[in-house]
């Protein structure tokens, strides 16, 4: 069974930083591109971030561009996601995620999210 | 690209056909997925590729469309599909959400 468990969520001021991890289990993880998603209050989804396999390449929306690192350790099957400079508008629940397809890929597993709130 | 969802909301009773629409803004090339989301939970993939039902989801669920119009369907409602219904277009690398239909019962 795919499982997808994130941690490291909480309460932080703007401009201060916070780092999310995402343990996986349940399937080869070096085999997947991973990824962030993130939904404010009451509000749509918001990708966040993506890595592919070997962590090589990494790709970003504008909104969270030079803020925000997705990194991968294959060896511990785990996801992270470094937030710096954090925003009242990040404040969010962000999803851990794994990306299939070829080419082209959609959310295929989530994990039950963590909540960020970035506040003074 | 931007995909539009319509309705915002839409109440509908068990047994009924219900259809979903989304729209993007932009040729989709069928890269188009549906998820469906309860209250308080994590987002369930249903429909991937326009039409490809994901593992262990019900028949009732089904997707089609083609270019920029895409629709999900579900042919009988059962009370466990109260949920808001999300499309999600991975046709180029800015990959986005639409902003979500709700679905309750009548």
């Known amino acids: 069974e795919v499982q997808l468990v994130e941690s490291g969520g909480g309460l932080v001021q703007p401009g201060r930083s916070l780092k999310l991890s995402c343990a996986a289990s349940g399937f080869t993880f070096s085999n997947y591109y991973m990824a962030w998603v993130r939904q404010a209050p009451k509000k749509g989804l918001e990708w966040v971030a993506t890595?592919?396999?070997?962590?090589?390449?990494?790709y970003y929306p504008d909104s969270v561009k030079g803020r925000f690192t997705i990194s991968r350790d294959n060896a511990k099957s785990s996801l992270y996601l470094q937030m710096n400079s954090l925003k009242s508008e990040d404040t969010a629940t962000y999803y851990c995620?794994?990306?299939?397809?070829?080419?082209?890929?959609?959310?295929?597993?989530w994990g039950q999210g963590v909540m960020v709130t970035v506040s003074s | 690209i931007q995909l539009t969802q319509s309705p915002s909301l839409l109440s509908a009773s068990v047994g009924d056909r219900v259809t979903l629409s989304c729209k993007g803004s932009?040729?989709?090339?069928?890269?188009l997925a549906w998820y469906q989301q309860k209250l308080g939970e994590a987002p369930k993939l249903l429909i991937y590729?326009?039409?490809s039902l994901q593992t262990g989801i019900p028949s009732r669920f089904s997707g089609s469309g083609s270019g920029t119009d895409y629709t999900l369907t579900i042919s009988s409602l059962q009370p466990e599909d109260v949920a808001t219904y999300f499309c999600y277009q991975y046709n180029n690398g800015y990959v986005t959400f639409g902003g979500g239909t709700k679905l309750e019962l009548k």
């Open positions: 890595i592919s396999t070997s962590g090589s390449r990494t």
């Open positions: 590729n326009t039409n």
């Open positions: 932009q040729n989709i090339n069928n890269y």
């Open positions: 995620a794994r990306q299939n397809g070829k080419g082209r890929y959609y959310f295929d597993y």
